[in-house]
C-alpha cells in the first residue's frame, strides 16, 4: 500500500473519531438536559400536569406526576389527596385509604380526607372504620352534602353484617341473599358478602350469578386467589375453557404452588387434549377410536354438565356412522363372568339408541341432540320417529338447511314405507328384470288364479283372490318401465294409480275368461 494510501486511511479514522464523539457529547446533552428539566419542574407544574392527566383519564401518568410532587413535597396532606383520588377511580382502593390515612395524618381537621376515606371503606365493607371517618366529618362540618344519608347506611351496614354472615355460615343462602343485596348497594366490594353469594350460587348451578358477585371483589383486590379459582370454576363450567384457563394463569403468577388452581389447570389441559384427540379421529373416520377417547374424557371430569353433553351428543353422532357389530376377544382364557369370551366392541340399534337418548336428555335444547338422534332412526328405517325428530330439531334451530332436507327425507321415505311393496308382492328383488317379473306374475297366478281355486271354500277364494288382485296390480305398474322408474324413485305417481287395474279392464284379468293358460 502507497504511503498516500496509508495517510488518506489514517485522516479518514481521525474523522469518524470526532464525528462519533460529538454524536455521543450531543446525546449525552440533550438526555442531560431532559433530566435536568425533569428535575426542574417546579411543585405548581407537577401538580397541573398531574390534574391535567387526570382530567384526561391518563391515570397512570398522573400518579407519576404525583409521586415526583409528594417527593418534592412531603409535608403537604393535598398532594396525597390528589394521589388518592387517583387511585380511587382507577379501582386502587387501598392505596386510596392509605394515601387519605396520609393525609390525614398530615391536617386531622382535613374534612375531605376524612369524607373519601370513610365511604371508601364502607364500599370495602369496613363499615365500622367508616362509620367512624363520616361521624367525624359530621363533627368536622355537619354541612357537608348528604353526610346524613351516608352515616345511616354506614350504620345499617354494621347492625345487619354479623346477621348476613351467620346465614351464609349456616348455608341459609335464600335468606341471607334478601339482607346481602341491599348491604351491597351500600358495601358492593366487601369481600365477604360477595364471596359467600358466589359460593351459594355455584352449588345452585347459577354460574352467572357466581361471576357477578366475584367480578365486585375483584375490582378491589384483582389477585385474589380463592376468587380466581371460583371465578375458573364457574366458566369452566359453562364451557367457557379458555376465560376459566385465562382465571387459572392469572392465580398461578401469583403463587405457582397453588394446589386447587394447579389443579383445575391440568385437568382443563387434559380434558383439551383428549377433545383434539377424539376431533383428529373424527375427521379420520376412526370412529371406534374417537367413541373411546369421549369415554376417556368422563373419566376426567363426569360432572361438568356443559362437557357432558358435548360429549354426549358427539358419541350419538358417531354411533351413528358405526353398523351393528359385535366384536369378541381372540383370547379363549379372556371371558367374562359368565365365562362367555369378553366382548371387544359391540354397536347395534339398543346402544346406538342408548348414546343418543343421553344426547338428548343432557341437551333438551339443542337442535343437534334430537337431529343426529334422528340419524339413528333413520338407519332403522323408522321413518316415523325420524321424521319427529328432525323436526324437533327444526323447531330448536329454525332455518337450519341440513334440518330441513334431513326432514323432507325421511318425510319421504316414510311415504314410500307406508305403499304397497310391489317387489315384495311379486317376491322379486328391485333389481328384478322384465323376464323375472313375468315369471314371477305367473307363480302367482298359478296359486292364487280364481280359476285354480274354485273348489275352495268361499272364504278362501275371497282370500286367493285378494292376493292375485295384488299380483295384477303389481305386474302392472312394474312392467310399465315409466311408471317403475318413477316407483323407483319414491315420486308420487302412485296415490293417483295404486289400487287399480289398469291393464285388466273393469276388474278382469289379463289371462282371459277363459282360465290360465
Known sequence: MSTWNLKTLFQWILAMVYVMSVVITSSDASASEQQSQKKQLSPSRLRAEGDAAFSNREYKKAIKYFNQLIDIQPDKHINFHKRALTYYVSNQYWKAVRDWSK??????????????????????????????????????DPNTKDIGVLIEQSTKCVNQYDTAMNLLSRQQCADAQVIIDELLEIAPYDNGLNLGLAKCNFERQDYQSVLTYTANILRADAQNLEVLLLRGRAYYQLGEKE????????????????????????????????????????????????????????????????????VFINRC??????????????????????????????????IRMAYCGEATTHNPDSGDAYFYRGRAFKEMKKWDEAAANFKTALSKNQ????????????????????????????????????????KAFRKCGLEHHPDKVKSLSEEEIDYHEAIFKECVEAHDFLSDAETRAKYDRGEDVLGQQQGGNRGGGGGGFPFGAGGFP
Open 243 to 310: 376465560l376459566a384457563l385465562k382465571h387459572y394463569k392469572s392465580g398461578l403468577k401469583s403463587d405457582p404452588e397453588h394446589k386447587a388452581i394447579k389443579k383445575e389447570f391440568k385437568k382443563i389441559k387434559r380434558i383439551n387434549r383428549l377433545l383434539e384427540n377424539a376431533e383428529t379421529e373424527m375427521k379420520n373416520l376412526q370412529w371406534r377410536d374417537a367413541l373411546e377417547t369421549y369415554a376417556n374424557v368422563l373419566t376426567v371430569d363426569e360432572a361438568n354438565n356443559h362437557l357432558i353433553a358435548f
Open 103 to 140: 393525609a390525614i395524618e398530615l391536617d386531622d381537621t382535613f374534612t375531605s380526607g376524612y369524607l373519601y376515606r370513610g365511604k371508601t371503606y364502607t364500599k370495602l365493607g369496613s363499615c365500622s372504620k367508616g362509620l367512624t371517618d363520616l361521624n367525624k366529618v359530621y363533627a368536622l
Open 317 to 350: 353422532k358417531i354411533a351413528t356412522r358405526i353398523r351393528n357389530q359385535r366384536r369378541e376377544s381372540d383370547d379363549a382364557q379372556d371371558v367374562d363372568e359368565d365365562g362367555q369370551r369378553r366382548v371387544l366392541f359391540e354397536m347395534n340399534d339398543k
Open 399 to 438: 332455518g337450519n338447511r341440513e334440518y330441513q332436507q334431513e326432514l323432507q327425507n325421511a318425510e319421504f321415505e316414510k311415504k314410500k314405507a307406508n305403499r304397497k311393496d310391489y317387489y315384495g308382492i311379486l317376491g322379486v328383488a328391485q333389481h328384478a328384470s322384465p323376464k323375472e317379473l313375468k
